[in-house]
Structure formats: structure tokens, C-alpha cells
């Protein structure tokens, strides 16, 4: 299929790219640190019997006052650095895919639907979705939060804040997945294999899922690449804005947030080092995205 001889020639080029092969392997060493966070961390920042609070804001090891027990210092709370920033990895990377999950679920469906069918299924939900692209992720998911938070008790919200997160940012983001697979669905349904399907008695949904659909994958997986990014970066937003997560339960938004304060004064590592992380790991994801783009999209290959 077009699909799987794009993402075979993609593969074949990976190879030869330098920058790409970079990202990918930063992208899977900050993956493999987040999955065995439980195993690697030197301390489970969600056990309060672990932390001692007269730990709180010592440097990391390469500054004079540092406790060597801590390689990267500790936080306001006098949790390991190192392993709060592991376990943030896990939380941001948890709502990340799962938001693009989501709003890929929504989006490609929506799109799907709109760029087969056509007519006046289109008209309205291109116009629900040029409505909500009006709007800015996070303006909409402050709102969503902010009700969330407002309808249900502090302790509920913190409890489901992850699942809460990656709700209304996948709600948020579909758009971006239908206005791509509506465009390529009004291009494929004039083909010849959509209109001989359609000859053998095929149904709109099977024709729509079984044949056109795998025939859009390229951008999908381009779009999903970025996507995770966008999300992250929205979560960190949030938590900065303290909508996201918890301190308690700590991504690399919330914990850049729980040093903002202490940053002038001396602590610059509670923020600067979960920052670096947060860099590496939107770097890793935004190069890996354009080098599929280009890889997978002709019209864009640099050569």
C-alpha cells in the first residue's frame, strides 16, 4: 500500500540522517528513563516517608553546600531532583500521547466522515472545527479546567488530573487531525479503487475505514509526531498556570512552576534543570516531526 511503502522509504532514510538519528535516540533514552523511573529513581518522590523537608533546596553535586545523596539536588519540598524529573518525564509523556490519542480518535473520525461523505455533513463539521480553531488550546483548556475544578472538589481534581489533562487537551487539538484527513479523503474518494469498491457493493464504512482511510496515514503519523509536542507543551503550560498537575504528583510543567519562585534567589536548579529536560524532550519530538515531514511528504524532502 502508498502508506507502507512511504513509512519503508522513511525508515531507509533514517539511516542517512544525521539529526534525526539524534532526536530519535534522545527521544528513547528520556522514553526508557521515564518507563523505568520506579527502578532507576533514587527516591519515590510520591512516598512523603522518603522526604524530609529539612532536605529542601540543596544543590545539585556540582555545587558548593550539595548533598552527594542527591546528584541534582532536591526542590522546596526536599524531594530528589533527579527523581521527581523522572517521574515528571513519565506524567508528561503519559498526557502528551494520551492527548494525541484522543483528539487523533476524534479528529480522524470527524474528517473521515466529512471528506467522504461531503455536502452538508461537511459544511458542518468544517464549520465546528473552523469554530473551535478560533479558539486557542489553551484558552480552552483553561476553561475546561477551570469548570472542572469549580464543579468538583480540589482533592477529586488532583486525584484525576492526569486523566483530566489528557481529556481536554486531546478535546481541544482534534481539529488539526480533521482538516488534514478531510483533505486527503476528498482527494482519495475519486479514485479508482474507492469508486470499484463501491462497484463490488461495499459499505460506506468499510470502504471508509478499510481503503481510504490507510491511505491517509502519512500525514496522520506527520501530524501525531508534532502533536505530541504541541501537548506537552500545553501541559506545561497549564501546570505552570496551576491547572495542571499537582505538586504532589509532579510533571515537568508543575515542577518548573514549584521553582519559579526560588529562581532569582538562588535555587535556580528546582526549575532550570526540569526546564532542560522539558527542552530536550520538545527538541527531540519537534526534529523527529519535520524530518518525517519532509521524509514522508515529497513536495517538502530537502534532498
Not at 61 to 85: C, E, K, N
Not at 96 to 101: D, Y
Request: net charge neutral.
Amino acid at each position: 500500500m502508498k502508506a507502507a511503502s512511504s513509512l519503508s522509504g522513511a525508515a531507509s532514510a533514517l539511516a542517512q540522517d544525521k539529526v534525526a538519528l539524534v532526536s530519535l535516540a534522545i527521544l528513547l533514552t528520556l522514553i526508557a528513563m521515564a518507563l523505568l523511573a520506579p527502578w532507576i529513581a533514587p527516591q519515590n518522590p510520591y512516598d512523603p516517608a522518603a522526604i524530609d523537608v529539612l532536605d529542601a533546596e540543596l544543590p545539585p553535586a556540582w555545587v558548593a553546600g550539595s548533598d552527594m545523596r542527591f546528584l541534582l539536588g532536591t526542590d522546596t519540598q526536599g524531594r530528589d531532583l533527579l527523581s521527581t524529573i523522572l517521574y515528571g518525564l513519565r506524567a508528561s509523556l503519559t498526557i502528551g500521547l494520551g492527548a494525541v490519542a484522543l483528539q487523533a480518535m476524534l479528529g480522524v473520525l470527524i474528517g473521515t466522515f466529512a471528506g467522504y461523505f461531503g455536502g452538508r455533513l461537511d459544511a458542518a463539521l468544517m464549520r465546528l472545527a473552523d469554530v473551535q480553531l478560533s479558539f486557542s488550546t489553551l484558552m480552552v483548556a483553561i476553561v475546561l479546567l477551570a469548570l472542572l475544578q469549580g464543579l468538583f472538589s480540589t482533592e477529586w481534581y488532583h486525584r484525576y488530573a492526569l486523566v483530566s489533562l489528557i481529556l481536554v487537551i486531546g478535546v481541544a487539538e482534534w481539529p488539526q487531525y480533521a482538516r488534514t484527513v478531510r483533505a486527503s479523503a476528498l482527494a482519495e474518494r475519486k479514485k479508482e479503487y474507492i469508486e470499484a469498491a463501491r462497484v463490488l457493493g461495499f459499505g460506506p464504512l468499510r470502504i471508509m475505514f478499510r481503503h481510504l482511510l490507510p491511505n491517509c496515514l502519512s500525514p496522520i503519523l506527520v501530524i501525531s509526531t508534532l502533536q505530541v509536542a504541541n501537548a506537552i507543551i500545553a501541559e506545561a503550560a497549564l501546570s505552570f498556570l496551576g491547572l495542571g498537575m499537582p505538586i504532589t504528583k509532579p510533571s515537568l510543567g508543575a515542577l518548573i512552576s514549584s521553582g519559579f519562585e526560588t529562581l532569582f534567589s538562588g535555587a535556580w536548579w528546582i526549575s532550570a534543570l526540569p526546564g532542560l529536560a522539558l527542552v530536550l524532550l520538545i527538541l527531540a519530538v519537534n526534529l523527529l516531526g519535520d524530518w518525517l515531514r519532509d521524509t514522508l511528504n515529497p513536495r517538502h524532502y530537502r534532498g
